[in-house]
């Protein structure tokens, strides 16, 4: 009697339980699609990618999907306050906190600083996910695991950034009477533009690191090096010039910190504007900017080798999600 009445119940039980684990996998499924982070292999987008004759080997980042720090080393006059303004907006849809220095100096860092530092983040980052930026050179982040970490920045093209920083710095000295770039050129090279180019000047020098040789900028060293370290510890280096694919590579590189870009002011790809030197920049003429990339030759090659680095893992993602809202160059 008894076994009549239960075995039915028992068998809606077992059609409900397994209809509710249906519901909850096809859930599981829509929602890693819409946040990004069931992401291929890199050894599945390699393959699918030499289909279609693109050595993408070296170009693949290493770093995990999911740290628990993003560090952002900034360079000056790379869409710094672009970034940050972004990363703000981001903490608050995305449930992690942001902590911005507000030094703007001190971009080498001696041994007590840099444990100092090591240790805050490994604390903080225990109970929460952070992320942090401050204008700073590289640094090995030793004494993290294998994937709770990872780096990130913007770059510039060369000659615009020269430019920038070159009324930037006036304005900021105060100086009564504001150099032209192109009379100073024509007149006195040696008073616009040193014979080598400071670390504190290179974008190379904030990837590099705090080597001697990264210091001295000196027969290629510091390039080759600031190249290595991008390869093997940044997950993602965008280019101030195309913001647009720069936040999308971002989204999917790191979905924890850069879901929900788009619904952002400062992810829709507009440069926020620097209004304290923007009145004091006149046009540069061609033949000054001819000049300055020829200055720059190896600060131009390692602004190419990024925005190269950038498309290549722009190209990946879209071959691996059927993703056709990339708008990327050849």
Not at 196 to 218: A, K, R, V
Request: with cysteine; hydrophobic share 40%.
């Amino acid at each position: 009697m008894y076994r009549k009445i239960y075995e039915p119940r028992r068998m809606l039980v077992a059609l409900a339980s397994i209809f509710l684990w249906l519901v909850f996998l096809i859930f599981l499924q829509n929602y890693q699609a819409k946040t990004g982070r069931k992401f291929q292999a890199k050894r599945e987008v390699q393959i699918s990618l030499k289909t279609k004759s693109l050595d993408v080997s070296k170009f693949v980042s290493a770093v995990p999907l999911h740290p628990r720090l993003l560090i952002y080393n900034r360079v000056p006059k790379c869409g710094s306050s672009t970034m940050i303004g972004l990363l703000i907006e981001l903490s608050k849809l995305n449930g992690f906190v942001h902590l911005h220095s507000g030094n703007y100096r001190d971009i080498w860092l001696n041994r007590t600083v840099l444990e100092h530092m090591k240790l805050e983040w490994l604390t903080i980052s225990k109970s929460m996910r952070l992320s942090y930026d401050r204008h700073m050179l590289y640094f090995n982040l030793d004494g993290f695991k294998e994937g709770e970490a990872a780096w990130m920045n913007l770059v510039r093209d060369p000659v615009e950034r020269f430019i920038s920083r070159f009324y930037y710095k006036q304005q900021n000295e105060a100086t009564e009477v504001i150099k032209n770039l192109d009379s100073c050129v024509d007149t006195n090279v040696s008073e616009c533009i040193p014979a080598t180019i400071n670390y504190t000047e290179s974008q190379i020098s904030y990837f590099c690191g705090h080597e001697l040789q990264c210091l001295t900028l000196e027969d290629g060293w510091a390039l080759q090096k600031a190249k290595a370290n991008v390869e093997k510890f940044y997950s993602v280096v965008g280019i101030l010039e195309d913001l647009h694919t720069t936040f999308q590579v971002l989204q999917h590189v790191l979905p924890d910190f850069f879901t929900n870009y788009q619904f952002t002011f400062h992810g829709i790809g507009r440069i926020v504007a620097n209004k304290r030197s923007e009145n004091f920049q006149p046009p540069v003429s061609n033949v000054t900017k001819k000049f300055l990339r020829s200055y720059l030759r190896e600060e131009i090659e390692f602004y190419k080798f990024i925005k190269r680095r950038l498309y290549v893992q722009a190209k990946m993602i879209a071959l691996s999600t059927n993703d056709t809202s990339y708008d990327l160059e050849t």
